[in-house]
């Protein structure tokens, strides 16, 4: 089956981990911790190998069925060659050995056989889309850490540039060049960036506890952190690529390769295999069948035959149940016809679905070009304000709304640099890549 390189990579990833004991993971040692570790991928491997069984099972029906039967016991038996009515009893040993072989029934057992062949396949293709949506869920989360980490460092930045020009106003209003007020502005502000890193640091927190159930990590206490590059926020958009497909070829590549298509179409010729085999019940079965049986007593040795065989062509034809088969025919029909406008409402989803993360991929990508301008504008305003409020010749006010929007400037360009590797997690999902 398809699936089976899936559990070859769910092997490999596991030795993978093994051997690895850094408490540091990457976002791909992230994903093979996750595919080990996730309770749904456990049960969704496990319907897949159940219906497999079922296929084992199905397929069974082309085999011969082999019945032995042993017995032990007494018997009795009127003794009518002797000319009187006494009964006779005896011990007995009795055993029969009986095969059956079906040699041809209309599309019974092949339907039964292709029915589940299918059903495993739609088993199969969950089981893939289950560990692709892991693989972005995973990608999400570990994003969201960087995330938090970068913001971090970013209300890092604020707390000191605010503790710097706390320490300037004071130095300011004991010179007497400035009021009291701007020291206790500077004081406000202050306390407000601190808030806001502490703020932070329970996010990262938040997003790590994300991670945690995501990937499956059950420790009580987080024993781990991700690998993280330190960003440089001058050249950000440089870093960044184009996604290589365009809509119409992501939309196509979704059509021919997403898992819940192949899942729907894997159902629907299940749904005609099982119409296949309910029709079959209108024909009859053909089989052959053969029995021996042996028999050992002591008495009655002269009205009991030890040894007997036949061997037989059979047929049964059901001529008529009512209308039963007609029914299930029909309702089979319907039931294929359900599938189809399935999957139909799937392509639409898929498209609809696709087209969403590919603009959504262009937007997050264009928003880190804009604020990656607005961090080079909004430093250069702050360096100014700086310069103006030295001098005499603007507020504190001036000043702390041109701080504020530089650090608001290089926190948007952190979540809008994440936001666009999500955006790709998220199309690569979308269109089964």
């Not at 958009?237 to 290589?244: A, L, R």
């Not at 009512?322 to 294929?336: D, F, H, L, N």
């Amino acid at each position: 089956m398809k699936n089976r390189y899936i559990f070859k990579y769910l092997s490999i990833a596991s030795l993978v981990i093994n051997l690895n004991a850094s408490d540091v993971y990457t976002v791909d040692e992230l994903i093979l911790k996750a595919l080990q570790n996730s309770p749904t991928l456990q049960i969704s491997k496990a319907n897949y190998e159940a219906s497999m069984s079922r296929y084992d099972s199905a397929f069974s029906g082309y085999l011969p069925s082999v019945d032995l039967h042993a017995a032990t016991g007494k018997t009795g038996i009127s003794d009518t060659f002797g000319g009187t009515d006494d009964m006779i009893d005896d011990n007995i040993l009795l055993g029969s050995l009986s095969a059956k072989q079906i040699i041809y029934d209309f599309g019974k057992t092949g339907g039964n056989v292709d029915s589940s062949k299918f059903d495993a396949t739609s088993y199969s293709m969950q089981n893939i889309q289950d560990i692709s949506d892991k693989k972005r869920d995973v990608k999400e989360a570990y994003y969201h850490v960087l995330n938090a980490l970068s913001l971090i460092l970013v209300q890092k930045e604020n707390v000191k540039l605010n503790e710097a020009q706390l320490y300037r106003s004071q130095r300011y209003f004991e010179a007497g060049i400035r009021t009291k007020i701007d020291v206790s502005d500077a004081k406000v502000t202050l306390i407000q960036a601190r808030l806001d890193l502490k703020r932070a640091e329970y996010n990262l927190k938040l997003a790590y506890a994300n991670l945690d159930e995501v990937a499956g990590f059950t420790d009580l206490e987080q024993k781990y952190t991700v690998y993280a590059q330190e960003l440089d926020l001058n050249s950000l958009y440089s870093s960044i690529h184009s996604y290589k497909f365009s809509l119409v070829k992501s939309i196509s590549y979704a059509y021919e390769n997403r898992a819940t298509l192949k899942k729907q179409e894997a159902q629907i010729q299940a749904s005609i295999a099982q119409e296949d085999q309910v029709s079959s019940e209108y024909y009859p079965s053909l089989y052959l069948s053969a029995d021996y049986t042996k028999q050992s007593v002591d008495t009655l040795k002269r009205f009991t035959p030890q040894d007997q065989w036949q061997a037989t062509l059979n047929m049964d034809w059901n001529l008529y149940q009512g209308g039963s088969t007609s029914a299930r025919v029909q309702e089979k029909k319907i039931y294929t016809n359900i599938s189809n406008a399935t999957l139909v409402d799937y392509k639409l989803s898929i498209k609809k679905e696709t087209t969403k993360a590919y603009i959504n991929v262009n937007k997050s990508k264009d928003s880190v070009e804009l604020s990656q301008n607005l961090v080079k504008v909004s430093e250069e305003k702050f360096e100014q304000a700086s310069k103006r409020y030295e001098h005499g010749l603007s507020d504190y006010i001036e000043l702390q709304q041109a701080r504020q929007g530089y650090i608001d400037a290089k926190a948007t360009l952190v979540v809008d640099y994440y936001d666009y590797y999500i955006a790709i997690a998220t199309l690569d999902n979308a269109i089964g890549k």
